[in-house]
């Protein structure tokens, strides 16, 4: 089994531990915006705290994230320089530990090189079922393991996995985010997640916060997980998951908001649901505006926040 059993305990509180002991702090810097989108700073504040709902995307947004995203598109920032990433690792760096556990002939530039050959493998496979497929990193990695000789079960795979995210891509929680998530909860909205993710994904709530996102207030049927789904945002699978339930709640889509990092995943997707859209913008590692990719042409979010605490203020 590549997926974690969610009733696993062992399992899970051995990989918890693996994702603390790899932590270290990570400050976010505020980056620059547009001129045009300034005003957006000053929005009116019912665009987000007064929402009966709020949904958060996870990588960048609740937690800093040292490549700004999760698996090839994390990766794509850090070669773009954005952060450290696998290019210019050093003999001692996790990348390269991690490579020589394989083989000693591998290096820490040989394991994402394998992993975006086999991601885009995949993505060419389901291209006729899907514009926006996700991956099974454990399933990536066991192919690996397998080739080397190397234990290639769940387990196995499970930990090469998240070692590997947490070498090109280090996490650490975003200032407030503890804080904004109970003042919310406490306040009786609505909240739930909207992420691309793999299985080791919500153990980043329990390593940092000490519990699951369930027990720290998020509805447990508006998380939403893209490897869970098979499909990563900005699919409309992913939204329409959350529509359903929001309505079952008796809660529209003009009464949620949806906070993220990255127009396209986050914005562009939120918008189409019909979600108030708040822009995370206190971190440049994280920040992703794609003026660049047409399918933004004259998208703007309800608002742009560079703090979470700014969620919470005055509830």
């Given at each position: 089994?590549?997926?974690?059993?969610?009733?696993?305990?062992?399992?899970?509180?051995?990989?918890?531990?693996?994702?603390?002991e790899?932590?270290?702090?990570?400050?976010?810097q505020a980056?620059?915006?547009p001129p045009?989108?300034?005003g957006?700073?000053?929005a009116?504040r019912d665009?987000?705290?007064g929402s009966r709902a709020?949904l958060?995307?996870?990588?960048?947004?609740?937690?800093?994230?040292?490549?700004?995203d999760?698996?090839?598109?994390?990766?794509?920032?850090a070669?773009?320089?954005?952060?450290?990433?696998p290019?210019?690792?050093?003999?001692?760096?996790?990348l390269e530990a991690l490579?020589?556990?394989?083989d000693p002939?591998?290096?820490?530039?040989d394991l994402?090189?394998?992993?975006?050959?086999?991601?885009?493998e995949?993505?060419?496979?389901?291209a006729?079922?899907t514009?926006w497929?996700?991956v099974?990193?454990?399933k990536?990695?066991a192919e690996?393991?397998?080739?080397?000789?190397?234990?290639a079960?769940g387990?196995?795979?499970?930990?090469f996995?998240l070692?590997y995210?947490?070498?090109?891509n280090?996490?650490?929680?975003?200032p407030?985010?503890a804080?904004?998530?109970?003042a919310l909860?406490d306040s009786g909205r609505?909240?739930?997640?909207?992420s691309?993710?793999?299985f080791?994904?919500?153990?980043?709530?329990e390593?940092f916060?000490?519990a699951?996102p369930?027990?720290?207030?998020?509805?447990p049927?508006?998380?939403?997980?893209?490897?869970?789904?098979?499909?990563a945002?900005?699919?409309?699978?992913?939204f329409?998951?959350?529509?359903r339930?929001?309505?079952?709640?008796?809660?529209?889509?003009?009464?949620t908001?949806?906070?993220?990092?990255?127009m396209?995943?986050?914005i562009?997707?939120?918008a189409r649901?019909g979600?108030q859209?708040?822009?995370?913008?206190?971190?440049?590692?994280?920040?992703?505006?794609?003026?660049?990719n047409?399918?933004?042409?004259?998208?703007?979010?309800?608002?742009?926040i560079?703090?979470?605490?700014?969620?919470a203020a005055?509830?």
């Amino acid at each position: 089994m590549d997926e974690l059993d969610r009733t696993d305990e062992v399992e899970r509180r051995r990989l918890a531990a693996i994702i603390r002991e790899s932590a270290a702090p990570l400050e976010p810097q505020a980056p620059p915006l547009p001129p045009d989108w300034e005003g957006l700073l000053s929005a009116p504040r019912d665009s987000a705290a007064g929402s009966r709902a709020l949904l958060f995307d996870v990588y960048g947004t609740l937690f800093c994230s040292a490549a700004g995203d999760i698996g090839p598109a994390g990766e794509a920032g850090a070669e773009a320089g954005i952060s450290g990433g696998p290019a210019g690792e050093t003999a001692d760096s996790p990348l390269e530990a991690l490579a020589r556990r394989c083989d000693p002939r591998l290096t820490g530039n040989d394991l994402p090189a394998f992993f975006r050959r086999k991601v885009s493998e995949i993505h060419r496979s389901r291209a006729a079922e899907t514009a926006w497929p996700e991956v099974s990193a454990p399933k990536i990695w066991a192919e690996l393991l397998r080739e080397q000789g190397l234990a290639a079960d769940g387990r196995a795979s499970r930990e090469f996995a998240l070692r590997y995210e947490l070498a090109v891509n280090p996490v650490w929680p975003m200032p407030g985010a503890a804080e904004t998530i109970a003042a919310l909860r406490d306040s009786g909205r609505v909240l739930g997640i909207i992420s691309n993710a793999q299985f080791f994904t919500p153990l980043l709530f329990e390593a940092f916060f000490g519990a699951p996102p369930e027990s720290l207030g998020f509805d447990p049927e508006l998380i939403i997980w893209s490897f869970a789904m098979g499909e990563a945002k900005p699919s409309p699978r992913l939204f329409d998951a959350a529509l359903r339930t929001l309505a079952s709640r008796g809660i529209s889509a003009a009464e949620t908001s949806f906070v993220g990092n990255d127009m396209l995943s986050d914005i562009y997707g939120a918008a189409r649901a019909g979600f108030q859209c708040v822009l995370f913008a206190g971190d440049s590692r994280s920040l992703r505006l794609r003026h660049e990719n047409p399918l933004l042409r004259g998208l703007r979010p309800s608002r742009i926040i560079r703090s979470l605490g700014e969620l919470a203020a005055g509830i």
